[in-house]
Each structure stands twice: as C-alpha cells, then as structure tokens.
C-alpha cells in the first residue's frame, strides 16, 4: 500500500468554558477532540460518525488547522502541518479543501458563483489554461451546473445546487484531501443521492481522499471505504466498512448500528434493537475510565476505572473497549432490548 | 364506534402570495383508524406539514384558503367556530412538532406548562394535575421528575424535550396525535427511544397517530398506512408492505432507490433527476412529468397534458400515474424496485 496521505496521531481540541461573567474566568474546559489517531491512504474515503457533539466537526477543522489543535500531530504529506508557518499553510490549503453542511451559510451572499467558484484559482495565484472563466465553467459543467448561471448569486440556487458549487470550489485546484463536513445532511433524499453520486464519480476521476463526516449510518456506510466511530471526543471502533456493518466490536457501535430504522418493513420489525439509557454525556465532564460506561450494558467497576485504549485486535480492526462483543456466540442484545427508559 | 377516528376529504390549502397563488395542498384525502398510525413522507416543501396543520385547524393566517372536509370522531372540522376546535385541540387531538423548544414557553417551568395543558381542559385541583403530570412524565421516560418539573426547557436536552412535548401531548389521552417529524432533530439512538415510546403509548392508550415525516426507515418502522405527496398533492397510498413491496408509481420508485441501505452493500444509488416543482407554476399535466423518465412510454405525450388521477390499483392502494400495470412491472423488474414476482 502507498503511504498515508494525511496521518494523525492523538489530535487533541480542548476549547475552555468560562464563567459568563464581563471578567472572564475559565471554569473547565469542554475535550470535542481528545486524541485521535488515524492514517487516510490516497484515494480512500475515511467515514467519520457519530452523534451529535462527539466532536466530529471539530476533529474535521482541526486536522486541516482551520481550528488550531490543542494537542497532538498531523502530518499531510509528509509534512509535520502543525509546524507550519501561515504562508506555507496557505499554500497546503491547495491540496486540502473543504465541504460544509450548510450550503446556505458557506457561499458568500454577494459573490457572484463563478468568483465563489474560481476563488481558490486567485488565492493560490494559480493561472488556469484557457483563463479563470473557462476553467471554472467547465468547473461548473463536471458538477452538473449550468456554466451560463456564472453571474448568478447563490440565492438564486437550490440546496443541491448549492452544495454542487460548493464541491466545485473545493475540487477547483485537485487537492488530494477533501473534508467533507456532512455534505448530504441539509438535503433531501433524491437530491442526497445526486450529490453522493457526484463524490463518487469525482474521487475515482480524479484520485482524491475524503475524510467524509456524517451521521447519517446509511451515508456513511454507502461512501466508505474505512469508518471511524466517535463517542465524546474519542474513537471507539476504526476498521473496514463491511467489517464494521457486519460485525461490530464495540458495545457502542453495535448499539448504534442497532437504532437504525432500515427502509424495509419485514426486515424492519423482525431486526435486534438496542435501546440504549439516557442521553449522551456533556463533553465538558465526561465520564471516568470509558466514556461509554454510562450507558454501556456491559460496564463493570474496570470500565469506570481504566480508559481503555485503542488497540488492534486484528488486522485493520481497532478498538477501544475492555470488553469486546463476542461475535461466536450470540448477540447480547438480548439483556437490554426492552423499554426502560431513564433519561440520564 | 366507528373504526376510524379522522376522515379527511378534498382537503385543498392555498395561500396567495405576492408571487401568485401556492398550491400547498391539493385534494388530499385519507383515513386514519383507531390505534393505527398513518405515515405522510415526502421531500420538503410537498405539503405535509400544511396538510397537517389544517386538520388541526391551525393554518389561521390571512392569505389562507381551506377547503374539503375533516371529519374528526364524526364531528367537521372545516368551518367550525375556531373555538370549538381550540377545545379540541389538546384535549381530543394533540400535536408535537420537529423542534419541541419553539413549542415549549420559555419563560414557564415544564411542570407549570403541563399543569396548564391538564387544567385548561377540565377543572382539576393543583395537587391533583401535578401528580397526574408527574406520572406522565414517569411514564415518557423522564427521570427524577419531579425536579424536572421545576426546571425550564432549556435546560433539558432535546431528547427530554421532545419527551415532555409527548407528555404534554398525551397528558389528556387524546384519541389522534400528529408528530410532524418528531425524531428529525434527535440522534439516532435517542430517535430509537422515541419511536419505541410512541409505539408503547399508542398500544397503551389506542391513540391513532399520523406521523410525518421524510425518513423511509421510520415509515418501514412505523407505519401501518403510508401516504406519499409531492408537489401537494398525494400521488400514492397504500399498507405499509404494499407501498414498499409493490410501489406503483416513478416517484414512490425514485425514492426508494435514492436511499442508501443498510443491510445492502453499496449498489449506486439511482436518483431522481432535477429537483422538486413551484407550488405556484405546477405543470399543467402529472406534476412529476418534469423529473419523471419514464414519461415517453405513455403514449400522445399524455403526462405533459393530462393531470392523471389517483387511481386505485387494489381496494387498499391507490397511485397517480398514467403507465398501464404490464409497464409499472417491466419497470420495477428492470429497475429491481419492490418484491416482483
Ligand atoms: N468554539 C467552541 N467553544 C466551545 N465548545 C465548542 C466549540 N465548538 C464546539 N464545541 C463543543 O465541542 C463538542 C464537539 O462539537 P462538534 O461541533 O465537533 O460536534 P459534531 O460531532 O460535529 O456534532 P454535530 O453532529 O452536531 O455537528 C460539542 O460539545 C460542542 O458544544
Ligand atoms: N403561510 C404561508 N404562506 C405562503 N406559503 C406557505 C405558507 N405556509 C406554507 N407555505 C408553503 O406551502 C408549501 C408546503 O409547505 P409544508 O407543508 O410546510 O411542506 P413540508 O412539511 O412537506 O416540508 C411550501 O411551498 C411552503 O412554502
Ligand atoms: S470498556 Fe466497558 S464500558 Fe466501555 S464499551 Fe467496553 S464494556 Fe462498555
Ligand atoms: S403520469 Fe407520466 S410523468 Fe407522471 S409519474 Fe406516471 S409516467 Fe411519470
Ligand atoms: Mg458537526
Ligand atoms: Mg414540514
């Protein structure tokens, strides 16, 4: 296999919690990044999940330095990124773009799309064959846009449409990375389904890594090549995708697989189901040894005692748990199936 | 006592507009049964919400016309004195909707906001509401209730929320609850303890529950009847099992396979060209002719001219389309969309 495109090694992002007074005071401090550890190969699409808050977005910024990481190391390319001066940085950036949720809030209102569009060609100083016009209108073709709406603004647009100018953008210089910040999740689902269509047929044209990061279970596993589980800050479960659908390790994984709802009656009302107990911690006091004992039903005095770390368990299958679920013999669903419902 | 609960007829709803007239909801009928839950999918802007909102009785702004019928336990809706529908509203037929905290008061505990939905409605004692709100609370899963009761919405989570918006919507045992996409807001594992609440609450309680929403895996979860509309209008009906297993109509198709599975490894996804249509400029002819592919196999251009009608395919499943049954087939069995034998 080639060498990674983008490898990082505990990459931390600690943001501080102040009191809310005029003299600031900073009380705590909320971990949305608390060491991760994970190589990206070319051409391959990483799958990061996870709910709501367990840091993904975070995690996405701060491997490019649109955050500035607490802690830890990435190096794209070969090159140590966190060393890196702003004027090198800059120049990096044509190599690493990316793709946000909201179509709406990441197009300046004012800019016509065809300077949207060509922007990277003017901050990298790069001169495209032919002129910046025809460069990005064919931009605007390969995306499925139409080249003569260049003078339009993005409020003229659908979300699709928007989130295809987007793309445009950030494929404009091919960059060999793109972090795709839950690029489907503001759409509906037959435009969801252009759009994904659109990365696929763009990273086999044109070789690029994604990082792709969702929540969505369905999205995720339909563009990935390898997934990375989040829970608070933290990765729980990194392997294949197939490994990971198929046959989860971690309590969390499997209970997370379990919630859902799979677009098929029979299969549907006859499938195993994890109800898992209250809601997710709040990052700024997260529990002590697992984060997921609170809410794991496998927790026993060591998981509330002892972190346990990510570790391979065999090839290409990490995980972080003391307790992996044993796929010889049954599930274990069976001892928390049911309906109990204690909201923390 | 009639076997269904909400009976709706032509329900039409438009607004005019400084743009025109918005066709939101078009001739919209359906029946809901008792204890039995009927899903209305579709993308955003095809009028679930709308529909929804006027059998309530809540789509009260000026520029509105409502038109049809909504028979409510055999009492209509449409036309009736606003207040006696108010009556109603909370105490037969309740409502909770996608963001609970724009629903919730903030400036009034949880408790004090229940107790009002249970006093309001009938003349009960300050202990006496308080207990019964504190055991639907219990009930809809929320932990140490009562010291949630004295706090306020922002301070619970938005599961918790959408939790307390159910107790409140359940607190007077209505006899039909719409959730207008109670779970979209929430993460999966905490929308799982949603619908499974929902699902023990109907048993419990007989409520009947239409449930909006965009989400297939819900519908297949969830559902007993499913509704599809696009562009306002219903374009197909049927049970559950049949509108996933014999879908009759390109849009009902171009949905089912826009969605990537679960449990099947990546096929490409075959999606629905262009986007949805203006209610105000809706095509002349089938308002999905513009983004429908297989158009050219109706012969005379019909699609293009003719508003084909909701036709029934069996006595429990009716679409809008204007291909003949040997070509629905050849296409679902070349596109493997459904069950085909
Ligand atoms: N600038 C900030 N200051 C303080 N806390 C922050 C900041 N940005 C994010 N957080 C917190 O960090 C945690 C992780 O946030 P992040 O946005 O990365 O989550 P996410 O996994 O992307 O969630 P979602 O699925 O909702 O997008 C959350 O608890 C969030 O509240
Ligand atoms: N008060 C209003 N005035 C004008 N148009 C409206 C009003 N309320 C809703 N609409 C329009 O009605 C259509 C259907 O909306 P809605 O039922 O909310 O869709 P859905 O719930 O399916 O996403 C949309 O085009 C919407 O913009
Ligand atoms: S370490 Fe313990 S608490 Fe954490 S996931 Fe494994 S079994 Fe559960
Ligand atoms: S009536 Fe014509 S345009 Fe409409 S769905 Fe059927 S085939 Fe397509
Ligand atoms: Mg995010
Ligand atoms: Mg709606």
């Given at each position: ?19 809310g007074?005029l ?9 949305a ?6 190589d990206?190969?070319?051409?391959e ?10 840091g ?13 990481p607490?802690?830890?190391?990435v ?9 890196m001066g ?23 209102p ?15 100083g790069?001169?495209p ?9 064919s ?9 003569e709406?260049?003078?339009r603004?993005?409020n003229e647009f ?7 100018i ?22 509906d ?22 990082i792709f990061v ?8 339909h ?11 933290k990765i ?9 659908y ?16 799979i677009?098929d009656?029979d299969?549907?009302r ?5 109800i ?10 997260p ?11 496998k927790?026993?005095?060591?998981c509330?005692s ?6 391979e ?5 990490q ?8 796929r010889?013999?049954a599930?274990?669903s069976s ?10 | 006592m ?6 709706v007829?032509?329900?039409?709803v ?11 909801v078009d ?5 809901v049964k008792?204890g039995q839950?009927?899903a209305?999918?579709g993308?955003?802007?095809s009028?679930?919400s ?5 059998v ?11 038109t ?42 949880i ?5 009002e ?7 009960v004692?300050?202990?006496d ?8 609370l219990?009930?809809?899963g ?12 922002h ?7 959408q939790?307390v ?6 607190i007077n ?13 929430l ?23 239409v ?8 519908v297949?979860?969830m559902?007993?009847d499913?509704?599809v ?5 219903a374009v197909e ?11 009759q ?11 990537p ?5 990546s ?10 249509p ?31 009608d909701?036709g ?5 499943h ?9 070509q629905?087939?050849e296409?679902?069995?070349s596109?493997?969309?459904g069950?085909?034998?």
């Open positions: 296999m080639s060498a990674p495109i983008l490898r990082v090694k505990d990459l931390q992002k600690h943001f501080p919690v102040t009191s007074n003299f600031k005071k900073q009380v705590g401090e909320v971990r990044v608390d060491g991760l550890t994970f990206v190969y070319p051409g699409t990483l799958g990061l999940v996870g709910e709501s808050g367990c993904k977005s975070t995690a996405g910024r701060s491997m490019l330095r649109l955050l500035e607490t802690g830890g190391s190096e794209f390319d070969g090159q140590d990124l966190l060393a702003k004027r090198q940085l800059v120049s990096m950036r044509r190599e690493m773009q990316m793709i946000f949720q909201d179509p709406y809030s990441s197009l300046n004012r800019h016509t799309i065809g300077s949207i569009i060509g922007a990277p060609f003017d901050v990298q790069v001169k064959e032919g002129g910046t016009m025809k460069a990005v209108q931009l605007m073709e390969r995306v499925g846009l139409n080249p709406h260049y003078n603004y993005p659908s979300g699709g449409q928007r989130q295809r987007g793309i445009a953008r950030a494929i404009a210089l091919k960059p060999k990375l793109i972090v795709c910040d839950e690029p489907v999740s503001a759409l689902v037959s435009i969801q389904a252009q759009v994904l269509n659109l990365l696929d047929d763009i990273q086999k044209e044109f070789g690029i890594a994604y969702a929540h969505d279970l369905s999205v995720v596993r563009i990935s090549d390898r997934v990375a589980v989040m829970y608070l800050g729980m479960e990194l392997t294949t995708r197939d490994q990971l198929s046959a989860p390790l971690h309590p969390y994984t499997h209970a997370l697989l379990s919630a859902v709802p677009a009656p299969r549907e006859a499938r195993e189901r994890i898992l107990n209250g809601d997710l911690p709040s990052p700024s006091n529990p002590s040894g697992c984060v997921f004992s609170t809410r794991c039903w927790a026993t005095d060591r509330s002892e972190i346990p770390v990510l570790r368990i065999s090839a290409g299958h995980i972080a748990c003391h307790f992996p679920e044993d010889s013999s599930t274990a001892t928390v199936s049911g309906t109990d419902f204690t909201a923390n | 009639s076997d269904v609960i909400l009976s007829k032509n329900l039409s438009e607004f005019a507009t400084e743009d025109g007239v918005v066709h939101a001739n919209v009928s359906y029946e008792r839950t009927l209305i999918v993308e955003s802007g009028g679930k709308v529909s929804s909102l006027a309530m009785g809540l789509v009260r702004s000026n520029n509105a016309t409502v049809g019928e909504v028979h409510f336990g055999g009492q209509e809706l449409v036309g009736l004195d606003p207040e006696e529908v108010r009556k109603l509203r909370g105490l037969k037929m309740a409502m909770i909707f996608q963001d609970p905290l724009s629903a919730l008061h903030p400036f009034y505990t408790g004090e906001q229940l107790i939905a249970v006093q309001v409605h009938e003349k004692s300050d202990g509401a308080r207990a019964r709100v504190k055991t639907m219990d009930r809809v929320i932990a140490s209730a009562e010291q949630r009761m004295d706090e306020y919405p301070q619970l989570s938005g599961g918790m929320r939790r918006m159910i107790a409140m919507a359940l045992s209505p006899e039909l609850l719409i959730a207008d996409e109670p779970t979209t807001a993460d999966v594992t905490v929308q799982a303890q949603i619908l499974e609440l929902l699902r023990d609450l109907q048993k419990e309680f007989g409520t009947a529950i449930l909006i929403t965009h989400d297939l895996g819900v297949a979860d559902a007993d499913v509704m509309m696009y562009g306002g209008q009906q049927a049970p559950v099992r049949e509108l996933f297993y014999q879908p109509m390109p849009y009902t198709w171009g949905l089912l396979a826009s969605i599975q679960m449990h099947t490894s096929l490409k996804l075959d999606p629905i060209p262009g986007t949805p203006s209610l105000i400029n809706l095509p002349v002819g089938c308002v999905f002719a513009p983004r429908c592919t297989h158009k050219d196999l109706v012969a005379g251009g019909l699609c293009l001219t003719t508003r084909p909701l029934a395919v069996s006595d429990t009716a679409s809008r389309c204007h291909l003949n049954e040997a629905r087939i296409i679902r069995r596109r493997n969309i069950k085909v034998d």
